[in-house]
């Protein structure tokens, strides 16, 4: 936690599975792209959606529990913080141009063999990647069969179908189709399709939903936030 802002956030009414931190309340954060805004732990950085996917992973997949090689795609520091200090873990980060990633990587052509790594976690980052279908495919060609794949996206409910233009390269055309200026397009109720397409299994699951509110808003979940794993067969 920042020495200088501490003392706004002490206490223990909030508390934040990612780093374990407690807090009289999470930060206030607006999406400089959006105009979102998210609840931020003071200590970690971590939002309401990392800290479902956080107990997401711990819960249900094999992450605490097996030895695995695990590619992070653009990693996010508190989950990184704790990927990294799993002795189970043999851990890779990937990004394009990040310098918090240990690689710099290119989605669309990873530079590893197939089936390096048994599990993957690629958390809101397809939205920004002009060609999804070939990165999806890069993705699905290095896990191992067997594996499994994190793979969230930002999706529209309310739409049936995604919707991309790639004729739209502004900032502001971007922001106005696509609800962000960074976006490249915007997922709907088909997501699984494409994740389908590239030859994962995939599970679709409300996991929010099994919280009580109480818990909810103690750990600062995302409710709205679906968890889609996808495995190779």
């Not at 055309?173 to 696509?178: L, V």
């Not at 709907?188 to 919280?211: C, H, N």
Request: glycine share 6%.
């Amino acid at each position: 936690m920042n020495r200088a802002t501490a003392p706004l956030y002490r206490g223990d009414r909030v508390a934040c599975p990612v780093c374990g931190g407690r807090f009289d309340r999470f930060r206030r954060y607006a999406s400089e792209g959006s105009g979102r805004r998210y609840l931020m732990c003071p200590s970690c950085g971590s939002l309401g959606r990392h800290r479902l996917d956080w107990l997401f992973l711990c819960e249900r997949t094999n992450l605490l529990h097996e030895p695995i090689r695990l590619l992070h795609v653009a990693p996010e520091p508190g989950l990184s913080r704790r990927f990294q200090a799993l002795e189970t873990v043999d851990y890779v980060s990937a990004d394009y141009d990040s310098t918090l990633a240990s690689e710099r990587m290119d989605i669309r052509n990873i530079d590893y063999p197939n089936e390096s790594f048994d599990a993957i976690v690629c958390n809101h980052v397809l939205e920004h990647v002009d060609d999804d279908r070939t990165a999806l495919s890069e993705l699905a060609r290095v896990l191992k069969r067997g594996g499994w794949a994190l793979l969230q996206v930002p999706i529209d409910p309310s739409s049936d179908e995604t919707y991309d233009d790639p004729t739209l390269t502004s900032a502001k055309e971007r922001e106005r189709a696509f609800g962000q200026y960074d976006h490249v397009r915007v997922y709907a109720k088909d997501y699984p399709s494409r994740l389908s397409e590239a030859g994962f299994e995939v599970d679709v699951i409300g996991y929010a939903q099994e919280f009580t509110s109480e818990e909810i808003s103690r750990m600062g979940l995302d409710r709205l936030e679906v968890i889609h794993l996808a495995r190779k067969p």
